[in-house]
């Protein structure tokens, strides 16, 4: 059997638990993120994904310490 997968780009968030003591906080909204766009009837693999959210993890990143990249797979 064969599988065609499609390529996609996604967010790649490091977060350092030692260097950001809300982790667990951050995640959680990270993830509520990604629900919010699926109740949209969208997923991460939607080839807008990053564009359409980039600001809020931006947002985030304000209030939290982490990194992230784009990378494509």
């Not at 967010?11 to 350092?16: A, E, G, P, Q, R």
């Not at 638990?17 to 509520?32: A, F, G, M, S, Y």
């Not at 939607?46 to 209030?63: G, P, R, W």
């Amino acid at each position: 059997m064969k599988a065609r997968i499609p390529k996609h780009r996604e967010f790649v968030i490091s977060l350092d638990e030692k260097e950001e003591p809300r982790h667990q906080e951050c995640w959680d909204k990270l993830n509520q993120i990604v629900k919010e766009y699926q109740k949209q009837g969208k997923s991460v693999y939607t080839e807008t994904f990053i564009e359409d959210n980039e600001d809020k993890v931006k947002a985030l990143q304000q209030e939290y310490k982490f990194t992230y990249t784009i990378e494509e797979r």
